[in-house]
């Protein structure tokens, strides 16, 4: 199984970026995807989730601004963050959860992260 999460950098407040997590080894399309990142000295927060059937769900500091989506064809998801906050800063990773998890807690595989730096 593998999780490789690609699109983070460097970016003034105010831009965007795109991050992807290519996937492997496991039923893609039977998982709930979800984006976490974890801040410097701080403890993993949810960012959005989304569920087999497209159902989406974001954090509340993110709503409106970041959007998720999972191409099934090509074992993929995604995460497009617009308006970046410096506060939007961490370390990004994607997680599959199998069926009998919470998605928005629990998960079954994970990546290695991605970081996003976002600067006033």
């Known amino acids: 199984v593998r999780l490789a999460e690609s699109g983070g950098g460097s970016v003034q407040s105010g831009e965007s970026l795109r991050l992807s997590c290519v996937t492997s080894?496991?039923?893609?399309?039977?998982?709930?995807m979800a984006w976490f990142r974890q801040a410097p000295g701080k403890g993993p927060d949810m960012v959005a989730t989304?569920?087999?059937?497209?159902?989406?769900a974001y954090a509340d500091a993110v709503k409106g601004r970041f959007t998720v989506s999972r191409d099934n064809d090509k074992n993929t998801l995604y995460l497009q963050m617009n308006t970046l906050k410096p506060e939007d800063t961490g370390d990004y990773y994607c997680?599959?959860?199998?069926?009998?998890?919470?998605?928005?807690?629990?998960?079954?595989?994970r990546g290695q992260g991605t970081q996003v730096t976002v600067s006033s």
């Open positions: 080894g496991y039923n893609f399309g039977a998982y709930c």
């Open positions: 997680t599959a959860a199998h069926p009998l998890l919470s998605c928005q807690k629990d998960y079954t595989y």
């Open positions: 989304i569920e087999v059937n497209g159902a989406a």
